[in-house]
């Protein structure tokens, strides 16, 4: 059972984002609206190129809004822009991308990169930020010790997404959006990282936007499920309804494929 409160932590309206202008234009994403309640894990799935990086990318504030409004924690976030303000939505909306390899500053040990991102809480003494890199890299399963003073070319791939994970947690967010955390790290990687989402749910109540092509690990994880299609929400709702009725021929399309995907796979071996 998710132990999801009824509490709203992020409420998106009409959110729409378009690239380019007259005949080259791109509405990335187009319409959308959703709530995610703390303690949730929602994911958005849909094949490549609808929308999903994009409405990632707008949620975190990365890039604006064309149109809609973010409401986060109560607070109209969509037109956040000043740099004070921005930091402080991000000690509370943290991101995981796909590629740990790019987003993990190989010339720093692993201690400075997690310390630098706990600068978004200001100035804290040594040994508090000590005890939070330490909780953190325990939260994803690292050895402190071991790892700290360990640079990117001494971990593996799934190593460095832990890391990329923890220095997510390392500021306690409210909300964790994780985009295609698990494409580039080994099944074994993969397993972890999934039961470790889950494990923040139920832990901590953090809120999980999931972002995936994947529906299987979908299936798995999530609270509830929304699924994109040309920039559109076309389906939306609990996962375990969704998974057994999907009602969008589009969804039931993306279930078959996979379906016949993984039939194929277990074939194979
Ligand atoms: N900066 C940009 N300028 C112009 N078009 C863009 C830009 N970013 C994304 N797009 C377009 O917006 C659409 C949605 O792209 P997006 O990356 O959000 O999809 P996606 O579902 O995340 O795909 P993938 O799974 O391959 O990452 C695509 O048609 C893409 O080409």
């Known amino acids: 059972m998710p132990p999801a409160t009824d509490a709203v932590l992020l409420d998106v309206r009409h959110l729409t984002r378009i690239f380019g202008h007259g005949a080259r ?5 187009d319409d959308v609206s959703f ?8 994911s958005v799935v849909g094949e490549s190129g609808s929308g999903k990086s994009t409405l990632a990318r707008v949620l975190l504030r990365l890039i604006r809004p064309t149109a809609g409004r973010i409401v986060f924690a109560g607070q109209d976030v969509t037109r956040l822009s000043r740099p004070g303000e921005l930091r402080a939505y991000w000690r509370q909306v943290q991101a995981v991308f796909q590629d740990p390899f790019s987003s993990f500053n190989q010339f720093f040990p692993v201690r400075r990169v997690l310390e630098r991102s706990l600068r978004l809480e200001g100035r804290l003494e040594a040994g508090e930020r000590d005890r ?24 593996s791939g799934g190593e460095r997404q832990r890391i990329m994970i923890a220095r997510a947690l390392v500021v306690r967010p409210k909300l964790l959006i994780a985009d295609e955390p698990t494409t580039m790290v080994d099944a074994s990687s993969r397993a972890t ?11 901590y109540g953090m809120a999980i936007l999931f972002i995936t092509h994947d529906v299987s690990l979908a299936s798995y994880v999530s609270d509830t499920l929304l699924v994109m299609h040309q920039g559109k929400v ?6 375990g309804r969704v998974t057994a009725h999907p009602q969008h021929p589009y969804t039931r399309q993306l279930f078959a494929d996979a379906f016949s995907l993984s039939k194929g796979r277990s074939v194979a071996t």
Do not use: C
């Open 193 to 203: 990282i999934l039961n470790l989402l889950l494990d923040l749910r139920d832990e």
């Open 234 to 239: 076309v389906e939306q709702g609990e996962a």
């Open 35 to 42: 709530t995610l309640r703390r303690g949730e894990i929602a």
């Open 25 to 29: 234009e791109v509405r990335a994403v």
């Open 132 to 155: 939070r890199v330490r909780w953190a890299l325990e939260r994803v399963a690292l050895n402190p010790s071991e790892v700290m003073g360990k640079f990117a070319h001494e971990l």
